[in-house]
């Protein structure tokens, strides 16, 4: 039986499927994409940054989080106050305090992560707002911080938190998680907005640009989530007890919050596969790394001209303003050079070194003419 302690009834009672179901594949996906982030990090200019670390920190409590959800289902969670076994009671509540501090660092990381972000795409001649940025993210800190000590110190003594026969008092549950789950909010909403209006003041075109705001503003999902967390607080406050939803939201909130902090940085990652699927899609029969192109006349006829077009290995599809910068400067590093011969004709060099590697169309027509006879003299003297 999974539940420690239970009788086969109750054993089937308990919602452990549902911890496990949920918990083990949105960890998984979490961690897959903070490794492919890691790996766009490596194979960038610029290397790791404080938002990679801050990241990777969340991860590592994201990780023990949920290793402690899982573990806590063994004791007792998935199942009302009335039916988990009193003998599971200090065990079910040792996991419980040990997963407290993870939970608020772990949201925590993620949104110190997407501040840090801010200040890598924000230049240095805008003073005033990377100074709101690092205000919001020391309040962020400073809040979260005092978060964790209520949760760590909501008993007197503490010891009543882990055996809570011990004769003490607790702070009432009820408003103690409203005031965090607001704070929470508040700050998700400051953060998730805090880019927009300077997204919104680049000089760039609409769709591009609510694209990209578009990207940040998905972060708000993680709103969503607490949200629906705190709806879980009455259950346990004043209904049958059972934490589980509310455990629930708190692994999908700090998991989903991790995965979109790292959707921008993976925007190369995309691009590169993009770029490789477009180019299978194109129909191209000559290879993997070839395909047809159409070039046409002035005559109006076309000729298929198979050209060899080998796709750059991954660093040399990002600038130096890599990751999120990237998204924003695609356009910077783009030129195209047209030159025309003497019969008119134009030869075209596209140059993107930095995000779609080197591709050269060069268009040659050779006309000829039947010479009169007076050219034949006039050549002569040209000729050896």
């Not at 921008?264 to 192109?293: D, E, R, T």
Request: glycine share 8%; net charge positive; with cysteine.
């Amino acid at each position: 039986m999974w539940v420690y302690n239970a009788s086969p009834e109750v054993n089937a009672a308990s919602n452990y499927p549902t911890i496990l179901g949920v918990s083990i594949p949105i960890l998984l996906l979490m961690v897959v994409t903070v490794l492919a982030r890691l790996w766009v990090r490596l194979r960038t200019v610029r290397g790791i940054g404080a938002d990679d670390w801050a990241i990777f920190a969340a991860a590592l409590c994201s990780i023990i989080y949920n290793g402690l959800t899982i573990t806590q289902s063994r004791w007792g969670l998935g199942l009302p106050l009335a039916l988990r076994p009193k003998i599971n009671l200090n065990p079910y509540s040792t996991v419980n305090f040990a997963g407290r501090p993870f939970y608020m660092m772990g949201i925590l990381g993620f949104k110190v992560s997407l501040c840090f972000s801010y200040l890598r795409i924000l230049s240095k001649g805008q003073p005033a707002y990377r100074m709101l940025v690092w205000a919001t993210m020391i309040l962020c800190v400073l809040a979260h911080l005092a978060g964790t000590l209520v949760l760590i110190l909501n008993c007197h003594p503490v010891k009543r938190s882990w055996r809570p026969k011990t004769p003490g008092t607790c702070l009432p549950f009820g408003p103690t998680n409203y005031g965090l789950a607001s704070t929470t909010i508040t700050f998700d909403v400051i953060i998730f907005f805090l880019p927009i209006p300077f997204l919104y003041s680049l000089n760039m075109n609409s769709r591009k640009k609510f694209g990209i705001i578009g990207v940040f503003a998905l972060g708000l999902f993680t709103t969503v989530c607490s949200i629906m967390r705190m709806t879980q607080i009455p259950v346990i406050a004043t209904g049958s007890g059972n934490s589980t939803m509310l455990v629930l939201w708190g692994n999908i909130e700090m998991n989903v919050g991790i995965i979109l902090t790292c959707m921008p940085v993976l925007a190369p990652l995309f691009k590169v596969f993009g770029q490789k699927f477009s180019s299978y899609g194109n129909g191209s029969h000559s290879g993997p790394q070839s395909h047809n192109m159409q070039v046409f006349t002035k005559s109006g006829t076309h000729n298929n001209t198979n050209t060899g077009t080998k796709f750059p290995r991954y660093p040399e599809n990002i600038s130096d303003n890599e990751s999120q910068e990237t998204i924003l400067n695609a356009d910077k590093n783009r030129d195209k050079d047209v030159d025309k011969d003497d019969a008119g004709h134009a030869s075209i060099d596209s140059v993107d070194s930095k995000n779609k590697g080197i591709m050269r169309t060069v268009q040659v027509d050779v006309e000829r003419e039947p010479a009169k006879t007076g050219d034949y003299g006039r050549m002569g003297n040209g000729l050896n």
